[in-house]
C-alpha cells in the first residue's frame, strides 16, 4: 500500500519558496508512485498566506506543486483532542493527520513537534523530511 504522507504548512512553503528546494524530491516521489501527497486547507492556506508575505512570487510555484496534494477535511472533536499537546495554531495539522489516516507527519517545526519526531501519535508517525524519506527509501514502515 502506497504510504500516505501528510505535508505541514512549513514544507508547501519551503517546497514552494525555492525552485532547486530539496523537499521537491517528496513531490518526484509522489509523482512515480512512491507515496501519496496529503495536507488540510489549514496547511495550505498558512503556506499560501506566508508566502504571499515573504515571496508572492513563488505563490504560482505554490499552486503547481498543491496539484500534487490530496486536501483532507480537518480534524474533528476526536482529532483534535488528540492532538493537544501541541500549541492551539499547531493542533489542527496533527488532528488534520489523523483524521486522514496518514502514516506520517512531516514537519520541520521542531521547536513544536519535536518532542512528537519519531513517535506515533494516533497511528501518525511525526518525523523531519529527512528521516521520513530515511524510512520509505529503506523500505522501514512508520516507526
Known sequence: MT???FLDANILFSAAYRGDSRLRVLF???????????ASRFA???AHRNLAAKRPAA?????????????VR???????????MLPAK?????AAAIAARCDWLVTGDAQHFGSL???QVHGVSV?????????????????
Open 3 to 5: 504510504p500516505r504522507v
Open 117 to 119: 519526531f519519531g513517535k
Open 44 to 46: 495550505q492556506e498558512e
Open 74 to 84: 480537518e480534524g474533528g472533536p476526536n482529532e483534535v483532542a488528540a492532538a493537544s
Open 59 to 71: 505563490l504560482a510555484d505554490l499552486d503547481t506543486l498543491l496539484a500534487q496534494v490530496e486536501i
Open 127 to 143: 518525523t523531519t523530511p529527512a528521516e521520513m524519506l530515511r524510512a520509505l527509501l529503506a523500505g522501514d514502515p512508520p516507526a
Open 90 to 94: 499547531d493542533a489542527p495539522i496533527l
Open 28 to 38: 518526484e516521489l509522489a509523482a512515480a508512485g512512491r507515496m501519496r501527497l496529503v
